[in-house]
């Protein structure tokens, strides 16, 4: 098989998959707390990370690292899965899954930004017009169209989806200068970020019997969309001859987990979602647009 096909077949793998962890996270958390699931699914993950390496014949390569770069990775660790993933659930866990996972989309433009203060970077027209529309797109989102009224399905849900793309966006604009192998770093993330959720959930009253289908979710969250998947991604990226063809691959991926969400879940597909999401892709296309130009 030619590799550009290869990686196209990975990345539409990859972003098959990431269509359906809003739906995962939505029924997961009808059985767990937003902690819980951070820590099972942070296990499950962990545990599909190091069975890649070892498959890939490079577990040997883990304590070298970790010895290396044990700081970093507790740092980053406890960035991410730790607070993105405890926000991003808290999120879902109070707002419709279609509107959670809508305002998500936005941690590319919240990257942009946050540039700005962290790297000095300056911004461009497009860029401060793909901030207005996608903006715009969460607040239609977020007030069911009422925007006159300002009137929130949920504030503070908005404003942990919100917050979640702000730690999501600060960890990449971090990670882009991390020196350490992709897959190897993220598993000593999770490695070292296991015994902060465990000791998270212990405070906080949560270790106790859960349900086995909120086992089950966390199992598929964490083993796919924290970790297999990111393998699939990056292989996709290494593979193909354009990466921008690749990137492209992952505007379907709002409108197939809009159809899981209505058929799994249950919701109804609000026409104030569907706006709003058009307006957060069509935001971040022009962005996309502006930097070809």
Known sequence: ??????????????????????????????????????????????????????????????????RQHWRRSLLLGAVNPLAYYLILFQAYALLPA???????????????LLSVPLLKHKLS????LAAVICYLGVLV??????????????????GFALA?????????????????????????NFLLSLPLTLAFCALSGELKPVAWQGLAGAA??????????????LSAMKLTSSTARIANLIFLSPLLSLGLIHFIVGEPILPSTLIGLGLILGGLLLQKLGKIH
Do not use: C
Request: hydrophobic residues 50%; positive net charge; without cysteine.
């Open 141 to 158: 989102i977020g007030t069911h169209g009422q925007l006159l009224q300002l009137h929130f399905s949920s504030l503070p849900g908005v």
């Open 220 to 233: 598929y969250v964490g083993g796919l969309e924290m970790g297999f998947t990111f393998v699939l991604w």
């Open 98 to 112: 279609q509107e959670a996972q809508a305002i998500n989309y936005t941690w590319a433009l919240t990257m942009t």
């Open 1 to 66: 098989m030619p590799q550009q096909k290869k990686a196209y077949l990975l990345g539409l793998s990859a972003v098959l998959a990431w269509s359906t962890v809003a739906t995962a996270f939505k029924i997961s958390l009808q059985h767990l707390s937003p902690a819980q699931l951070v820590l099972y699914a942070s296990i499950a993950s962990t545990l599909s990370l190091l069975s890649i390496l070892l498959w890939q014949g490079r577990l040997g390569s883990l304590l070298p690292a970790l």
């Open 125 to 128: 027209r497009h860029d401060m």
């Open 164 to 188: 979640s793309t702000l730690l999501w966006a600060g960890y990449w604009i971090f990670n882009a200068r991390d020196q350490r192998e992709p897959v190897i770093g993220l598993t000593l």
